[in-house]
Structures are given as C-alpha cells and as structure tokens.
C-alpha cells in the first residue's frame, strides 16, 4: 500500500460522527465542518458539527450514567483503562499518521505522543485500586470520623489541538479511574484523535453514557450552557490563558470545581557551569518538542555572558540543521504550524525583535510549499523589552538574551505573569537547588529539557492555572472528600 492509500485509509477508518450516550450518531442539525491538512492547507473529511441541543443531549447521557458508574467497581474501572492502553499501543501507527495528518507534528513525534497518551490510561488504570479514606479518632474521644472519596459527577473536558491525544487521556484517565462521567470537547482544528479514541474506549467496555465527545465550530455556543446548567459538576480545560479566564468566570455561577492548564512563558536558564552540550541538547527538545507548539516550550533562553556566545553557536547550527516538512515525510523533524494566523504571529513577534535591534542567527522566515511552515529560527541579541518575552510564541524560534548574574537571571524568569516550567542548566548543585527554589513555576526542568511524565504532578501558578495532572494527585481532582462523623461508639 502507498503511502497516499494509508493515509486516506486511516482517516476513512475513524468515524465522523458524534458520540453521544454510547453510540455514534449526526450533529442534530445535520452541520458538519471540515478537518484541514496544515502541511498542505487541502481539507481531509467533514465532522458532524455539535450544537447546544446536542450538548444537552450529552449531559442528560452523563447525568443518567452517573449514579450507576459511580458503583461500578474500581478494578473493573482500571481494567476498561488498561485495555484501552493497550489498544492505543496496537493502533499507535495509524493513531499517530492519523495525528500527524490532523496536526501537522512529524510522524516519529506523533508516535511518541501516541505512547505519551496511552501511558495516562495505564498510570490512571493503577490508580483506579488506590482511592483511599480515612478513620481517625476526634480530639475529645467522643466521636469516630470516617473519611470516604467520593466521584465529583459529571465533567467537562476541554482540550486543545497542540497534543490531540495526550490532553484527552490526561484527563478522561482520571475522570474514569475516579468514577466521573463526563463530556469531552476536542479542538476544532484536531477532533479525528479523540474520535478515534472515543472508538477505543467503546471498545475497550467503557459503558453508555460515561463518556460523549462533540467536536463543533462552535465550542462556546456548546460548553457555556452547559457549565450554566448546574447538572456538570467539575470542568477540566487545557487551553490559553484567556480562555481558561472565561471558564472561570462561567464555572462561578454554579460554583464548579475546576482543573485549568494554561498557558506558559517559559525561561530557559544556563549559567557558565553548566555542561554546554547538555544545555544544547536540552535547548533542542524543550524548544523543538512539538515544533515549538506546546505550553511547556522554552521561550525565552538565558545564557550567562562566559558561555552565551559559544552556546548561540552550537545551537544555531543544530536548529540550521532541522529539516522541514511534511510530518509524513522520511527525516522530517520540524512540521508546519497550525494555521495561518499562527504563522503570522509568529513572523510578527520574530519582526519585532529584530526591530529592537536582535540579530537573526537562523531562519526568520516562513518555510516553502502550501503548508504554515516557519524555520527554525534563532535569534541573539534579544532585548528584554521584545514582545517575545512576554508572548508565548509557539513556533520554532529560540530568542536568546545574555545575562551577567544569577539575581538577574531569576529577576528576568520570574518577571512575567506565567508560571508553568523553567529549565536550568548548570553543575553546581547548591545553586541548582537555590534558583530551583526561587523560580516561581509548578515545574522545573533541572538539567533536563523536557518535564511531561504521566507519574509526575504536571501543572502551573500564577495565570498558567490550577490543579495538576498526572502523578498520585491527578486523580484528587474528580474526586470530593466527604466525612462522617460517627458518634455513640
Ligand atoms: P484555546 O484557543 O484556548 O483552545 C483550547 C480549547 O478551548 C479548544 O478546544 C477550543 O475550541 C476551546 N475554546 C475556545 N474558546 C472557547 C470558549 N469560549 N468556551 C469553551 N471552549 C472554548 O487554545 P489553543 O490555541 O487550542 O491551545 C494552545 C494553548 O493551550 C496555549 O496557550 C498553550 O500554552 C495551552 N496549553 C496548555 C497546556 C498545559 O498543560 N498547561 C497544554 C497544552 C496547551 P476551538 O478549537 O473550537 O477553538
């Protein structure tokens, strides 16, 4: 089979449907939108187009499975996880063309997300025999408490297209571990992965009802009543901060629990001790890992002045040597952006520090072909006062601003509203500690570029969100401590 064969053969394959109370079926209205190729801007399929009606058709679903779910045994649950695990990881070939066709992301990339995702399922599926209580004795010995977890009900799940699968596992994982039903909206620009997993999960044994996925043009016209509702309990978005803000502010009314992955600024941080080569290679992954597209992605590198030239070097002839292109393509390993727009942001953020006087070290410009693709770009020189530094750039584009000491490097990290990761480079174990410590983001990448790991608690402060993902407390978001006192013993 030809490779153009496969590729239409695994998009045929994943049903275009919605996936509401269990079974596949058309948006109400009978609209569909269309699924396009970033690497060739050419339209793959039309999916059915949800609407508020089918919205509420999911929710009546999720709220009639609830009780029953909530039961169901916790072994039974983690077994419907570990299945699927293991379907995603039979399929992940296909999974990951079908990903690398919807999103852009080179195929060998895809695969790797695909094995990221399953890992969630597997994780949550361990959790699911480990939800403990309590029982405690009162100070005055007259009472028993009798500490119980209990499901937090049904939820709504809100993902973003840069990991199509990962953001949908990193949250349906829990939620079914934890016993939640819940309704799953994808990206608009990326919904065949989650159809496709909905399919798994189907197949796996999740029961009716447990799990809806509505892709739609129209996402808020879809959540908002339904956050409104007061029937969904709990939302869980990963997306930009200005969305998550919205979310919040609807979730108020109905005093919703709620889980944000937001946004990220990242500072990326190597001091003149550091293992330069190491640094260099940290520098690629946390900079290139998803061609630059991901909310952990260093945005702004700061290379102490001994090694920052030599350091600028060695990664402008790494980044030089990225080839780009279709993610389909053998030894592709840069894919296009996502969309014309954000091609356009990132020229124009690109253009800015130039204007402020950056110099372009690589690349600074769009890629060939039909596709949104963008070089991979270093720039040196940066100045403080570039929109890059205050932007998330998501693009391939390493800015590098020099740095004399220590207290300036944090001043400069820490001087932006995000919070998500930071990375360190150097060999000095006391000063990595120090600065660990005084980085204000929930996760650190200490001599190491990359930080998403299933089994650790993932997430940020200030605007970058709330809650964590993953690790032993993934799963305390769907859940609610009830306690009982129990008195007469
Ligand atoms: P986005 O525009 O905020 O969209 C995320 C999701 O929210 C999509 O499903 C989107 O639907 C939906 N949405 C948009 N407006 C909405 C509304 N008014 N009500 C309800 N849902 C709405 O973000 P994005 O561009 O897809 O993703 C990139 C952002 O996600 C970046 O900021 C990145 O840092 C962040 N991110 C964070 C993490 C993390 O773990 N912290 C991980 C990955 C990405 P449509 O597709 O239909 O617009």
Same mark, same amino acid.
């Given at each position: 089979?030809?490779?153009?064969?496969?590729?239409?053969?695994?998009?045929?394959?994943?049903?275009?449907q919605?996936?509401?109370g269990?079974t596949?079926?058309?948006?109400r209205?009978? $609209?569909?939108?269309?699924?396009? =190729?970033?690497?060739?801007?050419?339209?793959?399929?039309?999916v059915?187009? $949800?609407?508020?009606?089918?919205?509420?058709?999911?929710l009546?679903?999720?709220?009639? $499975?609830?009780?029953?779910?909530?039961?169901?045994? /916790?072994?039974?649950?983690?077994?419907i996880?570990?299945?699927?695990?293991?379907?995603?990881?039979q399929?992940?070939?296909?999974?990951?063309?079908?990903?690398?066709?919807?999103?852009?992301?080179?195929?060998?990339?895809?695969?790797?997300?695909?094995?990221?995702?399953a890992? @969630?399922?597997r994780?949550?599926?361990?959790?699911?025999?480990?939800?403990? #209580?309590?029982?405690s004795?009162?100070?005055?010995?007259?009472?028993?408490?009798?500490?119980?977890?209990? /499901?937090?009900?049904?939820?709504?799940?809100?993902? /973003?297209?840069?990991?199509?699968? $990962?953001?949908?596992t990193?949250? *349906?994982g829990?939620?079914?571990a934890?016993?939640?039903?819940m309704i799953?909206?994808?990206?608009?620009?990326?919904?065949?992965?989650?159809?496709?997993?909905? &399919?798994?999960?189907r197949?796996?044994?999740?029961?009716?009802?447990?799990l809806?996925?509505?892709?739609?043009?129209d996402?808020g016209?879809v959540t908002?009543?339904?956050?409104?509702d007061?029937r969904?309990?709990?939302?869980?978005?990963?997306?930009?901060?200005?969305?998550?803000?919205?979310l919040?502010?609807?979730?108020?009314?109905q005093?919703?629990?709620?889980?944000m992955?937001?946004?990220?600024?990242?500072? @990326?941080?190597?001091?003149?001790d550091a293992?330069?080569?190491?640094?260099?290679?940290?520098?690629?992954?946390?900079?290139?890992?998803n061609? #630059?597209?991901?909310?952990?992605?260093?945005?702004?590198?700061?290379?102490?002045s001994?090694?920052?030239?030599? @350091?600028a070097?060695r990664?402008?002839?790494?980044?030089?040597?990225?080839?780009?292109?279709?993610?389909?393509?053998?030894?592709?390993?840069?894919?296009?952006?996502? &969309?014309?727009?954000?091609?356009?942001?990132?020229? !124009?953020?690109?253009?800015?520090a130039?204007?402020?006087?950056a110099?372009?070290?690589v690349?600074?410009?769009?890629?060939?072909?039909?596709?949104?693709?963008?070089?991979?770009?270093?720039?040196? =020189?940066v100045?403080?006062?570039?929109?890059?530094s205050?932007?998330? *750039?998501?693009? /391939?584009?390493?800015p590098?601003i020099?740095?004399?000491t220590?207290?300036?490097a944090?001043?400069?990290?820490n001087?932006?509203?995000?919070?998500?990761? !930071?990375y360190?480079?150097?060999? =000095?174990?006391?000063?990595?500690l120090r600065v660990?410590?005084a980085?204000e983001t929930?996760?650190?990448?200490?001599?190491?570029?990359?930080v998403?790991?299933?089994?650790?608690?993932?997430g940020?402060?200030k605007?970058?969100?709330?809650?964590?993902?993953?690790?032993?407390?993934?799963?305390?978001?769907?859940?609610?401590?009830?306690?009982?006192g129990?008195?007469?013993?």
């Amino acid at each position: 089979m030809t490779l153009a064969e496969r590729e239409t053969q695994v998009v045929e394959r994943v049903p275009k449907q919605l996936f509401v109370g269990g079974t596949w079926r058309e948006a109400r209205s009978g $609209a569909v939108f269309k699924v396009e =190729d970033p690497s060739t801007g050419s339209v793959l399929c039309e999916v059915a187009d $949800a609407g508020t009606e089918d919205g509420f058709a999911a929710l009546d679903a999720a709220v009639a $499975a609830q009780p029953s779910w909530a039961k169901h045994a /916790p072994r039974e649950r983690g077994e419907i996880l570990r299945r699927a695990y293991e379907l995603l990881m039979q399929r992940q070939e296909d999974l990951a063309l079908l990903m690398t066709l919807e999103m852009g992301k080179p195929f060998a990339e895809a695969k790797g997300e695909i094995a990221y995702a399953a890992d @969630f399922l597997r994780w949550f599926s361990e959790e699911a025999v480990r939800i403990e #209580g309590g029982y405690s004795i009162s100070p005055n010995g007259q009472a028993r408490f009798l500490v119980m977890r209990q /499901p937090v009900g049904p939820s709504m799940l809100i993902t /973003p297209w840069n990991f199509p699968m $990962a953001m949908g596992t990193r949250k *349906i994982g829990p939620a079914i571990a934890a016993g939640c039903t819940m309704i799953l909206k994808p990206a608009q620009q990326t919904p065949l992965s989650a159809l496709a997993l909905a &399919d798994i999960l189907r197949e796996a044994g999740l029961p009716e009802g447990v799990l809806s996925v509505l892709p739609t043009s129209d996402a808020g016209g879809v959540t908002e009543p339904l956050l409104r509702d007061g029937r969904i309990r709990k939302v869980s978005f990963t997306g930009s901060t200005g969305v998550g803000r919205k979310l919040l502010e609807q979730s108020a009314e109905q005093v919703l629990r709620t889980s944000m992955e937001l946004g990220g600024n990242a500072p @990326f941080l190597v001091f003149d001790d550091a293992d330069i080569d190491a640094a260099v290679e940290g520098a690629m992954q946390a900079k290139m890992r998803n061609i #630059g597209e991901a909310c952990t992605a260093a945005n702004r590198l700061y290379v102490q002045s001994g090694v920052a030239t030599e @350091f600028a070097r060695r990664l402008s002839e790494r980044m030089g040597a990225l080839k780009l292109g279709r993610g389909t393509e053998d030894g592709v390993q840069v894919g296009p952006l996502i &969309d014309a727009k954000a091609r356009e942001k990132v020229q !124009s953020l690109v253009d800015d520090a130039v204007g402020r006087g950056a110099r372009v070290l690589v690349g600074g410009s769009a890629g060939d072909g039909d596709g949104y693709f963008y070089r991979p770009t270093v720039l040196a =020189d940066v100045p403080q006062s570039s929109e890059l530094s205050t932007t998330e *750039i998501f693009g /391939p584009v390493a800015p590098i601003i020099s740095f004399d000491t220590e207290d300036q490097a944090l001043a400069a990290a820490n001087d932006t509203e995000y919070g998500l990761v !930071s990375y360190l480079y150097t060999r =000095d174990l006391n000063r990595a500690l120090r600065v660990s410590e005084a980085l204000e983001t929930g996760m650190v990448g200490l001599n190491q570029g990359i930080v998403s790991n299933p089994a650790a608690p993932f997430g940020g402060v200030k605007h970058s969100g709330l809650g964590r993902e993953g690790g032993t407390v993934g799963i305390e978001e769907f859940l609610e401590t009830k306690y009982i006192g129990v008195g007469g013993v």
